[in-house]
């Protein structure tokens, strides 16, 4: 009787796809930043600098928050704006953050998921995630049940809620390796 070996394959497909986005995380983390230093861990919050905003418009793009096609992302503003090649801004949006906030500085987005359960339990989509802070993931999301409810306080979760349609627009724009800017 022969025996198929698309098992097999899966199982190593899973194991490469697996090992090489362990080794772009690792890699992400020593890489410097625009200013020559190495990249953002684990610190508090306090210990950075707030970008300047701009009073009379506080959903326009914050100075100082690098240049080129990014994301960037506010935790003191719960706020991403998704900013083409030409540093202009293609969409801004409010976002309610996870528990678990990341430090401030330059990431890349490291893996994507079109749907999954959160870690909270939540049915979710268009997961887009970029660093891992004390073991927990951290990254983007819509609630397949469009919910944005702020988590549960007791609980670890690095996940940043955004709308579905807020998600469809994250999705399309954060593929792999596109720089992820964490400001206060």
Do not use: C
Request: hydrophobic share 40%; no cysteine; charged share 20%.
């Amino acid at each position: 009787m022969a025996r198929s070996s698309s098992g097999f394959v899966a199982g190593l497909t899973v194991a490469a796809v697996a090992a090489v986005s362990f080794l772009a995380y690792q890699a992400s983390a020593n890489v410097p930043d625009t200013l020559g230093k190495p990249r953002a861990s684990a610190s508090p919050k306090a210990a950075a600098s707030k970008a300047p905003r701009d009073k009379k418009n506080p959903a326009a793009l914050p100075a100082q928050s690098g240049a080129g096609e990014r994301v960037v992302y506010s935790t003191d503003d719960d706020r991403v704006w998704l900013v083409g090649p030409t540093n202009k801004v293609q969409h801004t949006f409010k976002v309610t953050p996870g528990t678990v906030d990341p430090a401030v500085g330059t990431y890349a987005v490291t893996s994507r998921n079109r749907a999954v359960t959160g870690s909270d339990g939540a049915e979710i989509e268009h997961v887009v995630r970029f660093t891992l802070v004390d073991g927990i993931a951290v990254g983007f999301s819509a609630a397949v049940n469009g919910s944005t409810a702020a988590p549960d306080s007791t609980k670890k979760l690095g996940g940043i809620r955004e709308s579905r349609a807020d998600g469809n627009a994250m999705w399309d724009f954060a593929t792999i390796g596109v720089k992820v800017i964490v400001i206060q």
